[in-house]
């Protein structure tokens, strides 16, 4: 059952929350709603571009007990920023721009330990997808260490769109594969770069892959097949910073 801070239940809290501006990670309606609330809630999704799914009352239950209406808001601890809006701003600052594009990963404390990485070893901004990506929510905020308050995090309707515009705006792609023949250290990481980081388990969508400039791996010796995704991310984070500052 989720938090009391982390849900917001019940037709009218949940319509005002959103008409204020709170950040809302997504929001789930029961299925069987129709009519003209039905048709409020998507139009006010889109408009605020917050992610609506339509679930059982089953799954409503198990969140909150109390009597929901038939509509949950899953709050979040961060307003979302926007790439077109945050890469002029890494130009401006005269920075080498590094972002970090997270496909799938949906665990709160992988997530929440990739931020708090990537804002000690320097990337500027990390870009999840509306779909199957972690909320951000108190678990996250903690194994973050607070990094979360700190890192712009860009949420996107599509990765692939994301990975266009970035592509057109002078970054180089970079995705992880343990299919390549390509290590990290043979990559040239001075440069406007974006690195994608895939689920455990599934690795990078193939689409993604193919709009990557180049992929790689991580060396390894041992028998397990891979690293944990928070635990690789420290690793790809530290070799970009040693290329940058030596």
């Given amino acids: 059952m989720a938090d009391s801070d982390d849900i917001i239940f019940g037709r009218?809290?949940?319509m005002d929350a959103v008409r204020n501006g709170k950040a809302i990670d997504k929001i789930l309606l029961l299925k069987t709603i129709r009519g003209p609330f039905e048709?409020?809630?998507?139009h006010?999704?889109?408009d605020f571009d917050i992610p609506l799914q339509y679930v059982p009352g089953h799954k409503l239950d198990k969140i909150t007990r109390k009597?929901?209406?038939g509509i949950i808001a899953f709050s979040s601890l961060v307003e979302y920023q926007s790439i077109e809006n945050l890469v002029p701003l890494l130009y401006e600052r005269g920075v080498i721009p590094l972002?970090?594009?997270?496909d799938g990963v949906s665990d709160v404390r992988n997530f929440?330990?990739?931020v708090r990485s990537a804002e000690v070893l320097g990337a500027q901004g990390i870009i999840i997808g509306e779909k199957n990506s972690a909320r951000i929510n108190a678990d996250a905020?903690?194994?973050s260490a607070g990094a979360l308050l700190n890192l712009p995090i860009c949420r996107e309707k599509s990765l692939t769109n994301a990975v266009e515009y970035l592509i057109a705006s002078g970054f180089k792609i970079f995705a992880t594969d343990l299919n390549t023949e390509l290590y990290i250290s043979d990559i040239d990481f001075n440069q406007p770069c974006a690195v994608i980081l895939g689920a455990e388990g599934e690795g990078v969508s193939q689409n993604l892959l193919n709009h990557s400039h180049q992929c790689f791996k991580i060396p390894q010796v041992g028998q397990t097949d891979s690293l944990n995704v928070s635990v690789a991310s420290g690793v790809i984070l530290y070799e970009i910073l040693k290329q940058r500052t030596t």
């Avoid at 972002?99 to 997270?102: A, E, G, S, T």
């Fill in 12 to 14: 009218n809290p949940v």
């Fill in 39 to 42: 048709k409020e809630v998507r």
């Fill in 44 to 46: 006010l999704c889109k």
């Fill in 67 to 69: 009597n929901h209406q």
């Fill in 99 to 102: 972002l970090i594009i997270l």
């Fill in 112 to 114: 929440g330990a990739i």
């Fill in 141 to 143: 905020m903690k194994t």
